[in-house]
């Protein structure tokens, strides 16, 4: 079992619908907890970044983390064409000092 | 800054021949890392830097593959002698320190024929 799942996709959605990208983990260790946007060929960009439990708002972008369920979340509000990408959870144990990340869910919002 | 950069951007050769790939972190980043990404595999960590010094290189698939780092502001990473399994994109990314944020470049996508 991998330490990061993520739901696999893809995901399409009309203009303007609420998006929710979704990520599960197993190990405790984690401490960070990251989403980036990869555009196609091109390279992950970081999108969000948490250290605790709770939610954190940027814009149409709100990032959730519940450590007690091993969970986080990333919801998009109004989305837009703009929006088709590849969404990637990222996960970091500062122990190991390195990042562990999920698949992606590659997502298309139509216009 | 520019940036994380990387370079070729394309790669294109032929079974058995070596390959070099570069990679420029962001001025004033510690931290390295090589990453392969495939379909099939997603994103790889294959090896990573702190302070020019190799930490971790259990992601590394076999010994045809080498990574150095002579200095802060250069890496490169080999593949020799290439196979067509190593078709793939790699990035590098850099970060302040190893737990913090990283930044990717556009990626090399090396296609091995």
């Known amino acids: 079992q991998k330490e990061v799942e993520q739901d696999p996709g893809p995901l399409s959605v009309p203009e303007g619908a609420i998006v929710s990208l979704n990520c599960t983990y197993s190990?405790?260790?984690?401490?960070?907890f990251m989403w980036y946007r990869q555009y196609s060929r091109k390279g992950p960009e970081l999108l969000m970044y948490t250290y605790s439990s709770g939610n954190k708002e940027d814009g149409r972008f709100t990032a959730q983390v519940d450590k007690s369920s091993k969970y986080i979340s990333l919801f998009i509000r109004d989305s837009q064409p703009s929006d088709s990408a590849t969404y990637l959870c990222?996960?970091?144990?500062?122990?190991?000092?390195?990042?562990?990340f999920g698949d992606g869910t590659t997502l298309t919002v139509k216009p | 800054d520019a940036g994380v950069i990387q370079s070729p951007r394309h790669e294109v050769t032929e079974m058995g021949q070596e390959v070099t790939l570069r990679c420029k972190p962001i001025?004033?980043?510690?931290?390295l890392f090589w990453y392969r990404q495939t379909m099939m595999r997603g994103l790889e960590l294959l090896i990573y830097f702190n302070n020019n010094v190799p930490i971790d290189d259990s992601g590394m698939p076999e010994d045809r593959f080498s990574a150095k780092m002579p200095n802060a502001s250069f890496s490169t990473l080999k593949i020799q002698p290439s196979e067509p399994r190593d078709s793939a994109v790699y990035f590098c990314a850099s970060s302040v320190d190893r737990q913090d944020i990283q930044y990717f470049g556009a990626g090399t996508r090396l296609s091995v024929l």
């Open positions: 990222a996960m970091t144990n500062t122990n190991a000092g390195k990042s562990t």
């Open positions: 190990n405790s260790a984690f401490q960070y």
């Open positions: 001025s004033g980043h510690n931290s």
